[in-house]
């Protein structure tokens, strides 16, 4: 279950990436992109199908094709902006490099996707799951549940960086 402090512990990453990064201006992965860049923070964007990102701005930056080329995982925070099935895949990629926090952004995910993220092995049974902190599902102050874009700012500030 989500609460304050888990969103809290999220932002108090040094860095974090974002999984599904896109120029495209119409879709989350560019609005989510751009809202850690507005706010200066170190965010890479992670998408195996393009070179450079545009965001906030115009301003290019290179893309990572995966979680597994990042310089420090165990000390980056992750937003996932995929389809339920790769989020699985990214969580599991989180989970096996010591990813210490994800965000699942509203529509990210399934029931499969929450029992992985939750400890389990995403299949209905127990199992190797993911073990660090998870923002995902009902809460937050949006009618969508936790979002980036809605509870962030108030997780930065708890976290101490605004």
């Known amino acids: ?16 990436a974002v999984v599904g990064a896109s120029s495209n201006p119409a879709k989350f992965g560019h609005k989510i992109f751009s809202w850690y860049i507005q ?27 995966s979680l597994a080329a990042l310089p420090d995982p ?6 996932v902006i995929t389809p339920p099935r790769a989020t ?12 210490p926090a994800v965000w699942l952004q509203p529509g990210t995910f399934d029931d499969a996707v929450l029992r992985f993220a939750r400890g389990g092995d995403g299949n209905g049974g127990g199992g190797e799951g993911y073990s ?11 009618s969508e549940g936790w979002c980036v874009l809605v509870d962030g700012e108030r997780a930065l500030k708890a976290a101490g960086k605004l």
């Open 1 to 16: 279950m989500t609460t304050e402090a888990t969103a809290r512990a999220f932002m108090s990453s040094p860095h974090f």
């Open 39 to 65: 706010r200066s923070l170190p965010a890479t964007p992670i998408n195996p199908g393009s070179a450079t990102v545009e965001a906030a701005g115009g301003t290019s930056h290179a893309t990572l094709p």
């Open 74 to 79: 165990t000390h980056t925070s992750v937003s």
């Open 88 to 99: 699985l895949e990214v969580l599991r990629e989180a989970a096996r490099l010591g990813i």
């Open 132 to 142: 660090g902190e998870v923002v995902a599902g009902d809460g937050g102050r949006g």
